[in-house]
């Protein structure tokens, strides 16, 4: 289904790429780290780890607008933890 102008459905897939979840009627004017906060709720992942989104191997600022970056509707996204060293 097209999301609206203002609106676009994004596809979040684990690191394992095991699962999605498909995300639909995000705003454009969203965060990255927003729409990554919902596919980790869609995806039952642990709210104890810090996750990170990728498009095309390139990873993305959480403070950016879906909009900013130029994702289109229908775009599939990477969701990976991250990993500090200690």
Known sequence: MSAA???????????EG???AH???MPRSATVGQAVAE???ALELPFSSFYK???D???LNHGDTLDEIGL???DDLDLVPEVSAG
């Open 5 to 15: 102008p203002d609106l676009m459905n994004l596809t979040f897939h684990d690191w």
């Open 18 to 20: 095991a699962r999605s």
């Open 23 to 25: 995300l639909e009627a």
């Open 39 to 41: 596919a980790v709720r």
């Open 53 to 55: 989104a990728l498009h």
């Open 57 to 59: 191997g390139r990873e």
């Open 72 to 74: 289109e509707t229908d």
